[in-house]
């Protein structure tokens, strides 16, 4: 009884106190390497492998689909999404990947391409179009395809408890959309006859449109993406991360 009490305290004092070791779900690269962006395409490829389900040790949420509760948009009137799923990250190509890590500061660019992202969820509000107001709610879904876009993560060194990590302070993205295509149902029985036409502009002015929202998704996605990265790099010491072996 007591060599089970022991066992079992083992195993949480264990749990508790195991140093992460980075390298068991990613490459680690060698920054000083001249191969340092070769092995950081391979790295970003299976970090983003090894997260699509989330990483339990590291408090990593899945990512694909990546799930959210709740999403304000205060654009041009009261619009909310709820329960959106994201899909797709994981069937994207790492095209490059460009570090600057210096002592005192961090960059990281990366060169993504996505065949599709597909999102699906809730959406109530209303909205307007010109002289068309709708208020609606319901169920809608966006398949976008071919998507170029650079992650940039910018990050300072800093001192935790006697070891430096680097805090992820922005991330930043631009996507350019090859096409987007959107389906809502509209619970309103009022403006349900307005649904099909909303959609239709929707879908026929969707570049505009992209560009309007795009300032509210970046600060969405700035949230997200620092979030999502300080679980690694403020788990993981810098020299851990990107370790300087010469
Ligand atoms: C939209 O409709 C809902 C009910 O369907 C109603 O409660 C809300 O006040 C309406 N909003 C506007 C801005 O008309
Ligand atoms: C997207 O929404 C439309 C309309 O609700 C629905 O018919 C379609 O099956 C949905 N697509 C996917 C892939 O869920």
């Known amino acids: ?3 089970l009490f022991v066992v079992c305290l083992f195993v949480i004092l264990g749990n508790c106190f195991a140093a992460i070791d980075i390298a068991q779900y990613v490459p680690v690269c060698d920054r000083t390497s001249p ?42 009137n009261n619009q909310a999404m709820s329960d959106t799923y994201v899909e797709g990250v994981t069937e994207s190509t790492v095209k490059d990947v460009r570090l600057r890590a210096e002592d005192d500061s961090f960059h990281m660019e990366i060169d993504m391409f996505s065949p599709q992202i597909f999102c699906k969820g809730r959406f109530s509000g209303s909205g307007s179009y010109n002289v068309l107001r709708v208020n609606a709610s319901g169920d809608f879904n966006t398949t976008m395809s071919d998507l170029t876009y650079t992650w940039k993560l910018d990050g300072t060194p800093e001192q935790i408890d006697g070891e430096t990590y680097v805090r992820i302070t ?11 295509v959107t389906h809502m149902t509209n619970e309103n029985p009022d403006s349900k006859e307005l649904t099909d036409l909303a959609i239709r502009i ?10 309007e929202m795009l300032p509210f998704a970046q600060s969405n996605w ?19 991360l990107f370790p300087v072996k010469s």
């Open 1 to 3: 009884m007591l060599n």
């Open 35 to 76: 191969d340092v962006n070769d092995c950081l395409i391979d790295a970003v490829k299976k970090g983003i492998v090894a997260m699509k389900s989330g990483i339990k040790d590291l408090g990593v949420p899945a990512i694909d689909p990546y799930h959210q509760k709740e999403l304000k948009m205060e654009y041009t």
């Open 170 to 180: 922005s991330f930043y993205m631009r996507p350019d959309v090859g096409n987007m």
């Open 202 to 211: 929707t879908n026929e002015n969707w570049r505009l449109l992209y560009r």
């Open 222 to 240: 700035n949230k997200i993406g620092t979030r999502i990265a300080n679980k690694i790099f403020l788990k993981v010491p810098y020299n851990q």
